[in-house]
Each structure stands twice: as C-alpha cells, then as structure tokens.
C-alpha cells in the first residue's frame, strides 16, 4: 500500500469523512521524483464539531499514528460540518531546502 | 537538566515561543517560514529554537505536546498549533489579539 493510500485508509476509518482530499506534495520539495514525503489533508467530519483547531489536528495525528514518523510534513486543513464551504484550503509553501539540513 | 524541563521552562518563561526549523530571519522550511512570518507580522516580541541545531528538543517535544511536527507555536504555556492554524488564525484576524493579550 502506498503511503498515500495508508493515509486515506486511516482517515476514513476514524472518521467518516464528509469531504477528504489527498494531495501528494512531494515533487514541490527537494526529494527524489515518485516520493511520498509531503502531503496535504483537507478533512471535513462531525468529530471535530465543538473542537479547536489544535485539537482536531491532534485528533488526525492521532488517527494517523505511525504513519507520521515516515512522512516529513503534513499540510493539514480540517473542518466540521458546519464550518466548511467547499475547498478553501490555501496553497501550502514551496521547499526551503530543510530537509538538507535536517 | 533533562529535554523535557528544558521544554517547561522555555514554554512557562517565555509568553510567545515558536518551535521552528531555522531562525525567522532565516527559515529552512517553508513552513516555519510562512509560521514567523505571520507571527513577526502581528508585532510583537517572541522566542524561537530553532530544533536543527537542538536535536533533543527536536526528539522530545512532539511527545511532550502531542503534536509530531514543526514549527510548533505556545503562547502562555499552551500549544496553539503548527503552521497550518497560525496562518489561518492571521488570515481571520485571530492571531495578532492572541498575540497582543498575552504579551499585556
């Protein structure tokens, strides 16, 4: 399975999604072409209904577990229900190199 | 001192502390990068680390705030959030009255 599969896999069953969007990010940074390093999550669900942002976030780190020791960044838009019109997710930044240094 | 009472420390002493790769004037990462950036922009002072050059805090922190990625911005003690919900808090509006009540 790939990394992006396992993600979604894990995102669906925790959550029921309303609206989920995965997006490989990768080829914007400095890794080699067909990696699976960066992604973006655009997630809407009734769990996070009455949560703060952090918290819905941690909700995903925790319903992705492992999977985020070998990923290197996640770009990570969430939303209940009630709160989301539509895609409206900004543009995530372009590489700095960071990876190089560390 | 051991990482994670360095890490209390630096959260309770300091009112606003970004967790970042790089410096702000320096980032190595887009999105600490874009993370200082809106914070610089709501004018007040802030610590930062910059976790490359300290590899325990780098190891230790996402543990102790159960948050595995950086930057990682606290204010008064309390995890705000990583690059994604600081930029949405600055493009509502909600950042720079966080940031301006907790450092009053």
Known sequence: MSQQQAIEAALREAFNPVFLSIENESHMHNVPAGSESHFKVQLVAEAFSGKRLVQQHQLVYGALGEIMQQIHALALHTWAPDQWQGDQAPASPQCLGGSKVG | ?104
């Not at chain 2, 300091?14 to 950036?37: D, E």
């Not at chain 2, 230790?60 to 990583?82: C, D, H, M, R, S």
């Open chain 2, 1 to 104: 001192m051991d990482t994670i009472e360095t890490i209390k420390q630096q959260i309770s002493e300091n009112t606003i502390i970004l967790y970042m790769k790089g410096s702000p004037n320096a980032p190595q990462c887009g999105f600490s990068q874009r993370a200082s950036q809106a914070i610089m922009a709501c004018g007040q002072r802030f610590a930062y680390v910059d976790i490359l050059s300290n590899p325990e805090i780098r190891s230790e922190l996402p543990k102790y705030a159960n948050w595995p990625t950086f930057p990682q911005l606290w204010v008064k003690g309390e995890l705000i959030g990583g690059c994604d919900i600081i930029t949405e808090m600055h493009t509502k509006g909600e950042l720079k009255p966080l940031l301006d009540e907790a450092s009053s």
